[in-house]
């Protein structure tokens, strides 16, 4: 979650708690890419460092290639790919990131004559080349998308039906209250688990009951105050019926509670947990789904992308190797093994895999289309996310801490291929 995620699939950390020990083993254990490699710099997940070790050696024996697998954790990938590139020193040639390397987007080799060549683009899932989604700088193609999750809601339908709600929920205040009926007639169970020691992931609630732009008309980063102090309170009234506070559940501790039919609803990256909720030994197996996520903003997108740094030795070796590790012959294969959702049409227009995933595709679907990456840099996003947890918690009222918030923006830059996306997904003042 780049993360997207995105946000990456995975949780988001501060690079500066990364030891400096830590940090100096990576930069010693990276050596600079020889010609004939391949060094792809990748998280270390069990998902998608896996997949390429399962790729490589087919890739190999086509190309003669020997491909390096750089598996690092999501906050030291961050720091080794920035370091990388600012210090030219050519360790890896294919990098996987995302957004957050967006000041660093002149570092890498435009890829549309690649795509244009190969017709790479032919068979994905509509719009997830555009900017905003794939990555762009100056009006060319940086990025390869792979690997796409949105922000889900996660539904006990056997819980939800005890209740006597109907699965229909358009907006937070109708989640809002069908937990207040959730609560008042079955005992014992709680409305929603989130992995509230993430305060990060309070972005999926915001982004989706926020109907305004992101940056103003003078280009710099600001919110509309009036709607967005309306998501503000919207997201503390359905707080309520979370957590009792910030830092309580780690993504495992509330995908547990779901497991075990604690709560019915789950929010969290469906990439997560959906093989652990379908699983033999699963209480839920069969119970469980996902419905449409509510509010008219848009979804949370956490998607990978694929670059290629300017200065790698060999650039069209890098690309074969983009082609053999995020191209749609390996996408069936990834999300079988690996659970890594493709952003290739023919997988989710399968037969079989269609029938067996109907619990959940259609609205996993429904939020890919829905779904984009806010337009704000780290620095930014750290601000917003503080902000939301000081309205949640109540610490804070949303008019008084969006105002404080826009005067903090103010200070900040927002790089050029930012304000493209944000202008290309409507998330910008005319």
């Known amino acids: 979650m780049d993360t997207s995620g995105q946000a990456m699939t995975q949780p988001q950390h501060n690079p500066k708690r990364v030891g400096a020990a830590l940090l100096a083993a990576v930069v010693l254990a990276a050596a600079p890419a020889a010609a004939a490699d391949v060094a792809f710099s990748v998280m270390e997940s069990g998902i998608y460092d896996k997949a390429a070790a399962e790729i ?19 906050s030291v990938l961050r720091i080794a790919n920035t370091n990388d590139l600012l210090t030219n020193t050519h360790r890896f040639s294919v990098m996987s990131g995302g957004y957050y390397l967006t000041e660093l987007y002149s570092y890498f080799t435009f890829l549309d004559d690649y795509i244009k060549k190969d017709n790479f683009a032919v068979g994905m899932l509509p719009g997830v080349m555009q900017p905003g989604r794939s990555e762009w700088y100056n009006g060319h193609q940086i990025g390869v998308p792979y690997g796409i999750d949105a922000f889900g809601l996660i539904v006990n339908r056997t819980l939800l039906a005890k209740a006597e709600i109907a699965e229909n929920f358009p907006d937070w205040p109708a989640l809002t209250k069908a937990c207040e009926t959730i609560e008042a007639k079955l005992t014992g169970v709680a409305c929603i688990s989130f992995p509230t020691l993430n305060a990060e992931q309070l972005m999926g609630l915001f982004v989706s009951a926020y109907t305004g732009p992101y940056v103003d008309a003078s280009t710099h980063y600001h919110l509309d105050e009036a709607k967005a102090a309306l998501a503000g309170m919207r997201m503390a009234q359905l707080w309520k019926h979370v957590a009792p506070k910030i830092g309580t559940l780690t993504f495992d501790q509330a995908h547990q509670r779901f497991l075990a039919q604690k709560a019915v609803f789950l929010m969290t990256w ?14 839920v197996k069969g119970q469980w789904g996902m419905t449409k996520f509510p509010g008219a903003g848009f979804v949370w997108l956490s998607i990978w992308q694929l670059f290629v740094p300017d200065a790698a030795a060999d650039k069209a070796l890098a690309w074969q190797w983009i082609k053999a590790y995020a191209g749609p012959e390996s996408a069936k294969a990834n999300f079988e093994k690996f659970a890594i959702n493709p952003v290739w049409s023919a997988v989710y227009d399968d037969p079989a895999l269609k029938a067996a995933h109907a619990h959940y595709w259609p609205a996993m679907l429904d939020g890919f289309a829905r779904a984009k990456n806010p337009p704000l840099t780290g620095d930014a996003q750290e601000l917003l996310i503080s902000t939301l947890q000081d309205i949640v918690t109540e610490h804070t009222p949303p008019s008084d801490a969006l105002k404080a918030l826009n005067a903090k923006w103010q200070r900040l830059p927002v790089p050029p291929a930012m304000l493209n996306a944000a202008r290309t997904n409507g998330l910008a003042e005319k």
């Open 270 to 283: 469906p990439s997560f947990v959906t093989r652990a909720l379908d699983a033999d030994e699963s209480p």
């Open 56 to 74: 490589a050696p087919a890739f190999k024996a086509k190309t003669g290639t020997n491909v390096r697998i750089m598996a690092l954790p999501w």
